[in-house]
């Protein structure tokens, strides 16, 4: 939800430092350690709004957004 309310929806992404991957994160790590790559390739910061697209698999307890997945800013 644009507005950061609702429920939310886990998503799996590759690692790795291109487009549509998150950074291994080190041993000890905290939020501003989370490096997630932009369909474009471009970091995304921590208040950027993203759209991501995958193939959903849900269960009426929980819901995953899997791969491929392609996150795009908004």
Do not use: M, T
């Amino acid at each position: 939800n644009p507005d950061g309310k609702g429920k939310s929806v886990s998503v799996s992404i590759y690692l790795g430092s291109s487009a549509n991957q998150v950074e291994k994160p080190p041993k000890d790590y905290s939020d501003k350690d989370l490096k997630v790559h932009a369909n474009d390739g471009s970091l995304v910061g921590p208040d950027q709004k993203v759209r991501v697209a995958g193939k959903l698999i849900f269960s009426p307890s929980s819901s995953i957004l899997f791969k491929p997945v392609d996150i795009q800013k908004i």
